[in-house]
């Protein structure tokens, strides 16, 4: 796992293979494939996301797509005030915060498991070339969020209800992720 | 300045007295009004804020109000990428995720000298009770996009060009001052 994290850190996702890894471990590669199976699963239990977006995403692009941006609210909402992943996902961020290679990963993260999904979710409204603008809007505003309710605790977003948060911030999310940006 | 901060930060601005802080100093009241002047001067010696919000706020607010979204983007790109004030801010906000007494320090900060400036300044546009939810909403768009762009550095909003970035953010943060929220 530290050979793992140090080479995706170093050389990306794209510029690391588990023979690399291995290679560093001191491990034959098939014993690296024997307990993370392949590199993408490897590379998700470097990150250990609190939730996984292979599932949450699917769930969050299905139904109407003028309600996109307030489903992709209130998941965050969900997930950041749910004993099971809340204290994750802000250690994530936090981790990320103190650390160059811990935000090196965290890139790394959002592109591969996030922009690539988002772009096929909403391949039939938005053209492929926009979505990683797009996504770091998107993200800028959540983790905004996130940010100021979860970590800094800023009142009154801090304390405000999710309908209260929907209402003000799923617009914004909305345009940044289908709307007109210039 | 150690007492003050641990006495601003443990009570809240209110709550803190010069004459308080000097007896945790051991030293005479008339000695810190002395070396700080006010109450309120202490205070922002103790944040040590980058950049002055006395000054900067009137600047951004005066003008079209139908543009101050734009005014207040372009301000904070221009603070954050000033090499007199961009390190300081950037200290500042991971201080603020770092230590619970910086974040307590901060909120006061953004009250004190931040929201109470934007009702003054929006006070024919916005009723004033309104005024502390706008501006965190505010806050969690400015910050979130700090977060991305220079301290995660997600691409590629860390590397648009400052008026692709107004052009996207702008809008959210005109209608998180003076827009419809609900």
Do not use: C, W
């Amino acid at each position: 796992m530290a050979a793992a994290r140090e080479q995706f850190a170093a050389g990306g996702y794209e510029g690391t293979s588990i023979r690399g890894i291995a290679a560093v471990a001191k491990v034959d590669p098939a014993l690296v494939h024997h307990y993370f199976g392949t590199k993408e699963k490897l590379f998700v239990a470097v990150v250990a996301p609190p939730a996984d977006p292979g599932e949450l995403i699917p769930q969050v692009m299905s139904g109407p797509v003028e309600e996109v941006g307030e489903r992709v609210v209130r998941m965050f909402l969900t997930v950041l005030e749910s004993p099971a992943t809340g204290p994750g996902f802000r250690a994530l961020l936090r981790g990320a915060l103190a650390n160059d290679l811990s935000a090196r990963l965290l890139r790394e993260f959002f592109t591969r498991q996030v922009v690539r999904r988002l772009t096929a979710a909403l391949d039939s409204v938005v053209p492929a070339a926009e979505m990683p603008t797009r996504a770091s809007l998107v993200a800028s505003q959540i983790f905004g969020m996130v940010l100021m309710r979860y970590l800094i605790g800023l009142e009154p977003i801090a304390s405000m209800g999710h309908d209260e948060v929907v209402a003000a911030v799923a617009p914004t999310v909305q345009r940044y992720l289908i709307g007109d940006l210039t």
